[in-house]
């Protein structure tokens, strides 16, 4: 084909794209993922059982607001990274600080706590699960986001893919939320962390050749 | 520089809200700044420069809501055919490093009149028949000396003086009209 004939082509009838088109697709992947982790909790994991009670404590809300953070700095730097000239250095720098302050404090309660306690402070009662559940609650979320991704145009598929995890990681952890009863940070920072990381990784792996266009 | 970036975000902005005329100038103008940029780095394939111009334009056409608004538009343009270009490279198992921002000598280089292709058809409207038809087989259309001689009944070599006649005459003409 000729290039000219390719422009009449292209050029034809240019559909009209709103202004943040970025933002509002990303947007709406988080809506979906967040209402596919949430089918998951209900229709198979159960809402705990004292979610009401739970509901006026401190420590439900530092762990929602920890996860989604988590989840905007992917957002963040999804936002970035869907650019062929995007930056995602501020976004990634910020899920690290939040992480790494989530997990600061975590610890040092940790520490400061009676030896005795530590050990279930640290592993609660959940923490074989709690790495699986968040991953598989994800996964819808991290699918759409790809999905989203191979229309748009990364340059850097792996952190790409890795960003595209944390987010889709972030908005499932903070669902999971509503199931797990588990309530030291020091459980939250390692086991949801890990959960997370671990969405990323896979994300990671997956960007790499889903994200080739 | 700086005008060529702010003519072409302005059509691009025009062409994000669905103006189709700047849409394809934006288009057209940006495939002219592309060759040039995959021409230089491809002179070891120099066929597939083309189909790199084609598939950047097409990045650019199903990608385009990646744009900012906010930020020029050149960078990212060129960070399309940049991916592009390493793509090709990657699939030819050639290994190479492609600076970042090395577009701005395209802007440099290639700085076409806004309306030098209409300058062009009016300035080859004035030479003579037999001369002008040789420069299109020539030069616009790509037939050889040889070919483009039977067409117009003379030999490849008077074909080779007549056109570069008429290219001389045809350069005086255009230079005359940009020095008037």
């Not at chain 1, 709690?130 to 991704?149: D, K, N």
């Not at chain 1, 790409?160 to 459980?187: D, I, N, P, Q, R």
């Amino acid at each position: 084909m000729r290039t000219d004939d390719l422009i009449d082509q292209l050029a034809a009838q240019p559909r009209a794209i709103p202004a943040g088109a970025v933002q509002i697709r990303f947007a709406g992947v988080a809506l979906a993922g967040g209402l596919a982790a949430l089918v998951m909790v209900l229709a198979w994991l159960g809402a705990r059982q004292d979610l009401a009670q739970a509901m006026t404590g401190r420590m439900f809300w530092m762990k929602a607001l920890y996860t989604a953070l988590l989840g905007v700095a992917g957002f963040w730097a999804l936002e970035r990274l869907a650019r062929p000239d995007g930056a995602p250095r501020k976004a990634l720098l910020f899920g690290a600080i939040v992480l790494a302050a989530f997990v600061g404090m975590g610890f040092g309660q940790w520490l400061a706590a009676d030896p005795d306690h530590r050990r279930s402070m640290m592993m609660g009662g959940s923490w074989r699960v709690c790495f699986g559940y968040i991953l598989a609650m994800a996964l819808p979320g991290l699918a759409a986001t790809l999905v989203v991704l191979r229309g748009m145009a990364p340059t850097r598929p792996a952190l790409t893919g890795f960003a595209a995890g944390a987010f889709a990681g972030g908005v499932a952890a903070t669902v999971y939320g509503l199931h797990c009863g588990e309530s030291t940070m020091v459980f939250v920072g390692t086991w949801y962390t890990l959960g997370v990381l671990g969405v990323g990784a896979l994300g990671a792996v997956l960007g790499k050749w889903a994200l080739r266009w | 520089m700086t005008d060529t970036e702010a003519a072409l975000k302005a059509l691009m902005l025009l062409g994000l809200d669905g103006d189709a005329p700047a849409y394809r100038l934006l288009l057209s103008q940006l495939g002219g700044r592309l060759r040039v940029y995959f021409e230089r780095r491809m002179r070891d394939a120099p066929g597939d420069v083309e189909d790199l111009v084609q598939e950047t334009l097409m990045a650019v056409h199903t990608r385009r809501a990646t744009y900012d608004r906010a930020q020029p538009f050149t960078p990212w343009a060129f960070a399309l055919a940049r991916y592009k270009l390493i793509d090709h490279w990657r699939r030819r198992k050639v290994r190479a490093t492609l600076p970042i921002d090395d577009y701005v000598e395209v802007l440099a280089a290639y700085t076409p009149e806004p309306g030098s292709a209409m300058d062009l058809d009016r300035a080859l409207e004035t030479l003579p028949e037999r001369q002008r038809n040789l420069v299109r087989d020539v030069k616009i259309e790509g037939l050889s000396l040889a070919q483009a001689g039977d067409r117009a009944g003379v030999s490849q070599g008077a074909a080779k003086v007549a056109l570069h006649r008429a290219l001389k005459s045809l350069g005086e003409r255009m230079r005359g009209r940009a020095d008037g």
